[in-house]
């Protein structure tokens, strides 16, 4: 059964630093998500992306955040300067049509750690 | 806006008891509602979801919930508790012409012999 992952499982960085954290959809699927999970927290939505373009993001999606789908199967999510309060646990998703009733596939997702 | 609140963050169950998780929904406009489930060191996994065509929604692993409208309720039931069943059960809302989940803090269910 098709399923979407996602790398690293685990990522460790310095406060400051550039992080990239990699999701392979389902190959047939063309709209795209980026959520968090702080810690004891709710899932929070960050952004959405069809065609290229971003379609939504949330007021957590900064500057600092940035997505690219620099090929046919990648979808990644970039951090640029990590800051403590971003240590989550990160999940991509994906969908095969647009639409509040449509199924997203999650991933396993990434746990990132910024000290 | 919407929003979404599930009460109790851990549910106990003995093995063959009914499961009962709550959710209630928060929308000025009709919701539709999922329930995800996560299994240790795996994504969220869709269980059933709610679209307007019945109220009572059948999903897997003998899970189902019932739309309430006049409670804004969105409850998760199983009738019999498998050991299986032990993982973290989260709520969610999407509405209108957005593609966004918005998720509730999550239940933990535990499952004891």
């Known amino acids: 059964e098709p399923e979407v992952t996602q790398t690293p499982s685990h990522q460790v960085t310095q406060m400051g630093q550039e992080v990239i954290l990699r999701c392979v959809p389902i190959s047939n699927h063309l709209y795209f998500y980026w959520y968090r999970q702080i810690l004891g927290q709710k899932v929070e939505f960050l952004v959405s992306?069809?065609?290229?373009?971003?379609?939504?993001k949330s007021e957590i999606f900064d500057d600092q955040f940035s997505v690219e789908r620099p090929d046919g199967s990648n979808f990644t999510l970039k951090i640029r300067s990590t800051k403590l309060e971003d240590s989550a646990m990160y999940f991509c998703?994906?969908?095969?049509?647009?639409?509040?009733?449509?199924?997203?596939?999650f991933g396993p997702g990434t746990r990132l750690t910024v000290l | 806006a919407q929003s979404v609140t599930q009460l109790g963050s851990h549910v106990s169950v003995s093995e063959g008891a009914l499961v009962l998780l709550r959710c209630n929904y928060s929308?000025?406009?009709?919701?539709?509602l999922f329930w995800y489930v996560q299994y240790p060191n795996q994504g969220l996994q869709l269980l059933l979801k709610?679209?307007?065509?019945?109220?009572l929604v059948k999903g897997i692993n003998g899970f189902e919930a019932e739309f309430k409208k006049s409670e804004t309720s969105f409850h998760l039931t199983k009738p019999s508790a498998h050991m299986s069943d032990a993982a973290e059960y989260f709520c969610a809302v999407s509405v209108g012409n957005t593609d966004k989940l918005i998720f509730g803090t999550g239940t933990r269910l535990q499952v004891f012999p």
């Open positions: 929308s000025s406009v009709p919701p539709y």
């Open positions: 992306f069809y065609n290229n373009e971003i379609s939504e």
């Open positions: 709610y679209t307007s065509a019945a109220t």
């Open positions: 998703a994906s969908s095969s049509d647009r639409g509040s009733y449509n199924e997203q596939f």
